[in-house]
């Protein structure tokens, strides 16, 4: 965090002062926090990431499963025939267009739910927040991360370094 409202020259470039290793190294912390929670299901992270958007609706298309979770297809298909082989999904081909692929829950990943209930506890008991700091804070990452997709979208490209 920065020590003052404005940093100088030389504090811009301190580690601690570093908006993208604060994010990193909670990032990784949230990580180890959940494995081995999600090792009781089965899961890896990525893939209780999919698990939590079919919870919320099932039968969507991979299109939308990127969509909703950040992820282009070459990263997210390899992952959904893993999820099938385990019986948590079946992938199904549109009828009207076989390019078009639905995930859907199957019995299994429908009852694996009720285990996952035990994981939003341990993590609000880990990061000793209240649910009021919680939500603002997601809210805050959540517009933030807004900011950034909508800064990429305009100019396609980082901003520049070089001064």
Not at 16 to 34: E, G, I, R, V
Not at 84 to 110: H, M, P
Request: overall charge positive; glycine content about 6%.
């Amino acid at each position: 965090m920065p020590r003052t409202t404005t940093l100088t020259a030389n504090d811009a470039l301190l580690l601690d002062n570093q908006l993208c290793f604060a994010l990193y190294s909670a990032s990784l912390a949230m990580t180890k926090l959940y494995k081995p929670l999600l090792e009781e299901l089965g899961l890896t992270y990525p893939q209780y990431l999919v698990m939590l958007v079919l919870w919320e609706g099932d039968n969507l298309s991979v299109s939308q499963l990127c969509d909703r979770l950040s992820l282009d297809s070459g990263t997210l298909t390899p992952l959904l025939k893993r999820m099938e082989a385990a019986g948590w999904v079946s992938r199904l081909r549109a009828t009207d267009d076989e390019r078009k692929v639905y995930i859907q829950l199957t019995a299994q990943g429908r009852k694996l739910r009720a285990k996952g209930l035990k994981i939003p506890p341990c993590v609000a008991s880990a990061v000793r927040c209240s649910v009021p700091e919680l939500l603002a804070l997601n809210s805050q990452l959540r517009t933030l991360r807004g900011h950034l997709q909508d800064d990429l979208a305009k100019t396609g490209k980082t901003p520049s370094a070089a001064g």
